[in-house]
């Protein structure tokens, strides 16, 4: 098409170079900054990772403790925030209320907009990362109807979060250390993954000098799609619809059907074509808290193993490369936790937010960046003259 080629979806197009993420689809390889997800996910906290990200480098001791600590600081948000849940309805998804304050979040920060300063941009990198949890956990306290928990500065990231989740001013949570750990893991692991929808969105939107807190609230508009971030919430409610084993035939035969739209959630991907390296951290981080639990043989995580092992011998999604993605163990895991299912993608966004703001910052550094601006293949109608309304027919 002249000058340009259509790609629908992307397929086959880079849109940007990038230094952050590394992913080998054929043998299942996922590194950030280089270091693989599975050392990652085995030997460093979130925190650590967040760093890897944004700076290049795991930081040593002080480096981390100062980086924490940093963190730690803008964990609050501005009280003035509080009235935006009060505007939303008590059963508002926690999607829908954080797209809202997310994007709120630029108004409470004007230095935020002038992102050709490398130091302003760090500083909204860091309340970002502080803060969405924050925005997460409220969304969910204002639907449950409890009162907003404070976040706990004496905690880690991922024990915070379960405080701000579950304390009330009755009862401190205690944070369960495999729980955290878990928890810990789940951000990890969702952490970055390079250039997907959530991720394009966010470069496309700053592209153009947008603030980036805006810019945070459009990547998690596109992840809040069942095809991107909200397949977790689709797989467990796809586990609780087969509620038993013996109707995972009837189910997987829904799936392969081509006039029926119905997917099997939490498999396939658009880059992976062999096994999600997060897919396995996450059946094994299923077995712990679960262990921890005294429950291996939760109903839904049976399910979740015979759905698995049936899939991968069926002819069907062995010929299309279709694997368990991350999303198809971390529901229960979550589940387990206590965290409710309407709750997943939020948690995907806290993890994924440290992705998007370093995808954002590499964007505006490098000194080839342009405005984001696809072309399209037109094919409405040719040249025609107006005709006055009179003489319509
Ligand atoms: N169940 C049944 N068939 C499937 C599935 C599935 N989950 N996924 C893909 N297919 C089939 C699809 O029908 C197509 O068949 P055909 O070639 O006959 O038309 C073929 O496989 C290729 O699918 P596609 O839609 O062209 O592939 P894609 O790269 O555009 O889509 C995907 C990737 C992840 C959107 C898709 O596999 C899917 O919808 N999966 C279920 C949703 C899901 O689990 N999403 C989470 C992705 S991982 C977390 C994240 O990154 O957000």
């Not at 170079?17 to 996922?30: A, R, V, W």
């Not at 925190?47 to 403790?65: A, D, T």
């Not at 997460?136 to 928990?149: R, V």
């Not at 005294?294 to 299309?320: H, M, N, P, V």
Request: glycine fraction near 6%.
């Amino acid at each position: 098409y002249g000058i340009f080629t259509y790609d629908p979806g992307y397929q086959s197009t880079a849109s940007c170079s990038s230094k952050i993420t590394y992913i080998d689809g054929d043998e299942g390889i996922l590194l950030y900054r280089g270091y693989p997800i599975e050392q990652l996910a085995e030997h460093a906290d979130f925190i650590e990772v967040c760093h890897l990200l944004y700076y290049g480098e795991l930081p040593s001791q002080e480096q981390k403790q100062e980086f924490d600590s940093i963190i730690r600081h803008h964990t609050m948000v501005h009280d003035q925030v509080n009235n935006f849940y009060r505007g939303f309805r008590r059963d508002a998804h926690p999607m829908a209320s954080m797209v809202g304050v997310a994007g709120a979040l630029s108004a409470f920060y004007p230095d935020s907009g002038d992102v050709s300063d490398p130091r302003h941009r760090e500083i909204s990198a860091h309340r970002l990362l502080a803060k969405v949890p924050t925005i997460a956990a409220m969304s969910y306290k204002y639907n449950t109807g409890q009162p907003f928990a404070y976040p706990k500065n004496s905690l880690s990231y991922a024990a915070n979060f379960l405080h701000m989740m579950f304390s009330t001013p009755c009862e401190e949570y205690v944070p369960n250390p495999v729980m955290v750990r878990a928890m810990d893991r789940i951000f990890t692991l969702h952490a970055d993954h390079e250039q997907n929808a959530s991720t394009s969105t966010v470069r496309l939107a700053g592209s153009s000098g947008a603030n980036p807190f805006a810019c945070i609230a459009s990547g998690i508009a596109s992840l809040w799609g069942p095809a991107h971030g909200g397949a977790n919430e689709a797989v467990l409610n796809m586990l609780e619809e087969i509620g038993d084993v013996s109707k995972i035939p009837e189910l997987i035969e829904r799936a392969k059907d081509k006039s029926n739209p119905f997917r099997l959630m939490g498999f396939g991907h658009r880059v992976y074509k062999n096994f999600d390296p997060r897919a396995n951290l996450m059946r094994q981080t299923c077995h712990e808290v679960l262990n921890e639990l005294g429950c291996q043989d939760d109903r839904l995580f049976q399910i979740a193993l015979e759905l698995e092992r049936i899939a991968l011998e069926d002819e069907y999604f062995i010929e299309k490369k279709l694997y368990p993605n991350v999303d198809f163990y971390s529901g229960i895991v979550l589940r387990a936790i206590g965290i409710p299912t309407n709750m997943f993608t939020a948690i995907f966004a806290i993890s994924r937010t440290i992705g998007w703001i370093t995808q954002w910052n590499e964007m505006i550094a490098d000194p080839e960046q342009k405005i984001g601006r696809p072309r399209q293949l037109f094919l409405g109608p040719k040249k025609r003259d107006f005709v006055p309304i009179s003489q319509r027919r």
